[in-house]
């Protein structure tokens, strides 16, 4: 295919998507039952959740996650969607990530009931390994303490950028960045109590 035909074939697949908004969220909420196995309300062929779970596991997770970037926080795909953007992260600065979350710790770890109640500590990696299971097919844990688990991160980067040694030039950044992921930890969090109560979808 030309490379004019390809960018064409994406403009129409976004006019798709803006005509008929509830395509992608049907198809967002499908894909998100499907990758937990868990049941879709319309009849799906029978290899449907074989097929999803192969295409992510061949590279199709970034092709997924965006049809859930439009998702409500507390929603399946958006609570998938908030896992995808600190993996995302954990991937790209790894070392940074791992730091931050140190930093984070020796200030929250007395005083935070989320993150002291955590019965294994949290560590970057363990929470991208985490993450993985969760969208490559091999967990078999709760959805529930997942989510929290993946907020307790982000609630300990959010505390680490705001301790973290630097230049006064620096704050400003700092300090937004540090909101940005104590939002989604707190989105997080708010999902997995929705989880154990009544259980997205």
Request: no cysteine; charged share 30%; glycine share 6%.
């Given at each position: 295919m030309p490379p004019w035909q390809v960018e064409w074939s994406e403009d129409v697949d976004e006019a798709v998507w803006r005509s008929h908004p509830e395509r992608k969220a049907g198809l967002a909420r499908d894909t998100?039952?499907?990758?937990?196995?868990?049941?879709?309300?319309?009849?799906l062929p029978g290899d449907m959740s074989r097929?999803?779970?192969?295409?992510?596991?061949?590279?199709?997770?970034?092709?997924?996650?965006?049809?859930w970037s439009e998702a409500q926080a507390v929603s399946l795909p958006g609570?998938?969607?908030?896992?995808?953007?600190?993996?995302?992260?954990?991937?790209?600065?790894?070392?940074?990530i791992a730091?931050?979350?140190?930093?984070?710790?020796?200030?929250?770890?007395?005083?935070?009931p989320v993150v002291a109640g955590l019965r294994d500590p949290i560590t970057a990696?363990?929470?991208?390994?985490?993450?993985?299971?969760?969208f490559f097919g091999a967990f078999d844990g709760e959805l529930a303490e997942a989510l929290t688990r993946v907020g307790a991160l982000a609630k300990l980067v959010a505390r680490g950028l705001l301790d973290v040694p630097h230049d006064r030039s620096d704050?400003?950044?700092l300090a937004q960045s540090s909101l940005a992921w104590g939002v989604v930890a707190d989105e997080l969090m708010t999902a997995g109590d929705a989880e154990r109560r009544h259980g997205l979808s």
């Open positions: 998100a039952l499907l990758i937990l196995g868990r049941a879709t309300d319309s009849p097929r999803v779970k192969n295409f992510i596991v061949d590279g199709g997770l970034d092709d997924v996650a965006h049809l609570a998938l969607w908030r896992l995808y953007r600190v993996r995302d992260q954990i991937l790209k600065q790894p070392e940074d730091r931050l979350a140190e930093i984070g710790h020796d200030s929250l770890d007395t005083i935070d990696e363990s929470v991208r390994a985490l993450i993985d299971s969760v704050s400003v950044g």
